[in-house]
């Protein structure tokens, strides 16, 4: 049940519609008594039953969207719900009065404008800039949102002008190679379609690091390049590019790249670097062969982002004190668990962070390194060279490390050798792919880790989700259902409002704006070691882990839900 007028507006909007039933009744039977006897009544043309129809879709649309869009702000919906309805009433009781007489339809239609430009005016003053609708900024962003939605793009004109000539490059961004030679260096003197897709790509990466976006998805299809940017963890279609600039397109950045133009038929890997509003930003590449062509996705990554600190990522303060407590430990190993771009380097960077680097030898073992850290020595797994994980491991537990960085732990000897250094006197922070953190003991099981290892090594383990953070700008309360209250846990009688997502210009009409995390976390005490070296059922350790206070991902989700951080539709989506 959505809080405010709601249910009143859609009462009002009906009446409106019976009102203007009347005025048409009104006018057909007018029309019927011309035609049964041409001297009597006045003729109704069709033209005045379009201006009517008109009159009465200007009126409910002008009422609605003032009503949702005050009941969003906090404006004085009432006062500007009555006025539309007042005028609108007006318009059609004089057109009910005399019907078939243009100027009183007309008449009503003025009034409403005024009546809707007015609340526009009001309510674009009482806002930021970013939130103020019907200016020039508003109707560009309404055109691109259009242009996205269906796949239009204004390829027509810039192939046309294309062929009368180069187009002028309004980017601002640098693209650049590794050696620091820009794209418009490497790509110079070729033909003309070249320079037309050295444009397009800046343009295309622009676009993609002004969107928040974390990728670029450039995939071939039978007559178009599809372009999509992931951003807040969704995909989302964004103008395609025609065949003929597509191919030059992904050429371009396979030479930025440096990569081989003639190899299509094996995947292969690149990066480059870019330059934007003082900002430097790197991008890696990778490109696998398909039906129709070679797909590329691009990770942006902003080197001069900084790191998130702990009390930023979004952990509610029994886990961060319990992470905080753990972190400092001389010895042991934290496990950071969950899918793939669910943030678990992030949040390893913002554990490191809390270190004192001047004091403790910190190394870490990356693929790739994402950040760079002061005064902390970091290693790039490079295994065509023979450098692994579990050999960089090894060969960093001869240089005096305190705490030890593994990016991943991803076969049976990287587990092994990463417990026996949590053993002797070295803490680890590593990842792993398991679905919670309970599952993360089974998945070094599985691994072949035996279990008094697990047992004797592992100090914590936390598993983590990302979910869209909702817009502040445009996020609207409602009341839940008693029975929904229920289903969740909490008492059917309690006096709670929760948070659904809208759309605005300053989320690009998503609904939501950044992301945070969920957290799960479990401490391995002394009971749950004595289960662990029993061959124990998930149910079992979970059981125990409860005990001490275990809180699962989705209770994690749903505080945050209720303080209006994020929107249950979106825990669901992550969590299920």
């Given at each position: ?105 007309l008449l009503g239609i003025i009034g409403l404008g005024m009546v809707f430009s007015l609340y526009v005016i009001k309510r674009n003053l009482s806002v930021g800039e970013e939130q103020r609708v019907f200016t020039l900024k508003h109707f560009h962003y309404l055109l691109r949102v259009f242009q996205a939605r269906f796949h239009l793009r204004k390829s027509a004109g810039a192939m046309a002008q ?12 640098q693209l650049l190679r590794k050696d620091g030679a820009s794209l418009e260096r490497l790509t110079e003197g070729r033909t003309e379609s070249a320079s037309e897709a050295v444009i397009s790509v800046k343009e295309l990466v622009e676009s993609a690091v002004v969107s928040r976006a974390t990728d670029i998805h450039l995939e071939p299809k039978e007559n178009e390049l599809q372009a999509r940017f ?347």
């Open positions: 049940m959505v809080k405010g007028p709601g249910s009143g507006r859609a009462l009002a909007l009906m009446a409106c519609a019976l009102l203007w039933m009347g005025c048409l009744g009104a006018g057909i039977a007018q029309a019927q008594e011309t035609v049964a006897d041409p001297g009597a009544g006045r003729y109704m043309s069709g033209f005045w039953l379009f201006v009517l129809i008109l009159q009465l879709i200007i009126w409910m649309g002008a009422y609605d969207w003032v009503g949702r869009d005050s009941e969003k702000l906090g404006t004085a919906q009432p006062f500007w719900c009555g006025i539309i309805m007042a005028t609108g009433a007006a318009g059609a009781i004089l057109s009910l009065l005399r019907p078939g007489f243009l100027f009183f339809s294309t062929k009368a000539g180069p187009r002028e490059d309004t980017t601002t961004i992931r951003i807040d963890g969704i995909l989302h279609n964004v103008p395609s590019y025609p065949t003929e600039l597509g191919q030059p397109m992904l050429s371009s950045i396979k030479v930025l790249s440096d990569m081989d133009i003639a190899e299509k038929r094996k995947p292969q890997d690149g990066s480059f670097m870019g330059k934007f509003n003082n900002r430097t930003l790197d991008f890696r590449v990778a490109t696998a062969p398909t039906v129709h062509g070679e797909t590329m996705v691009i990770r942006v990554l902003d080197r001069d982002a900084g790191l998130l600190r702990l009390e930023k990522l979004g952990m509610l303060q029994d886990h961060l004190k319990v992470v905080r407590r753990v972190i400092q430990y001389p010895h042991g190993m934290l496990a950071v668990c969950g899918p793939t771009g669910s943030g678990k380097t992030t949040t390893l960077y913002a554990m490191l962070s809390e270190i004192d680097s001047f004091q403790k030898n910190i190394i870490t073992i990356e693929d790739p390194i994402e950040y760079r850290l002061d005064n902390v020595s970091q290693t790039p797994v490079n295994v065509k060279g023979g450098v692994t994980f579990a050999s960089a491991l090894r060969s960093s537990l001869r240089q005096d490390p305190d705490v030890i960085m593994v990016g991943e732990i991803r076969d049976a000897e990287t587990a092994r050798v990463a417990c026996q250094a949590a053993m002797t006197g070295h803490f680890v922070f590593t990842t792993l792919h398991a679905n919670d953190s309970i599952t993360s003991l089974f998945r070094l099981l599985d691994l072949g880790v035996e279990a008094y290892f697990i047992a004797s090594s592992l100090t914590a383990s936390l598993s983590q989700r990302l979910v869209r953070v909702l817009c502040p700008a445009c996020k609207v309360a409602y009341v839940p259902e008693p029975d929904f209250l229920k289903q969740i846990g909490l008492p059917p009688d309690r006096q709670i409002e929760l948070y659904k997502s809208v759309g605005c210009e300053a989320c690009q009409g998503t609904g939501y704006q950044g992301r945070i995390g969920v957290y799960e976390m479990v401490e391995i005490n002394d009971p749950i070691r004595e289960l662990l070296r029993t061959n124990p059922s998930l149910q079992a350790i979970t059981a125990e882990a409860k005990k001490a206070g275990f809180r699962k991902l989705q209770d994690d989700g749903l505080a945050k839900v209720i303080k209006g951080i994020t929107s249950l539709k979106e825990l669901v989506r992550v969590t299920r």
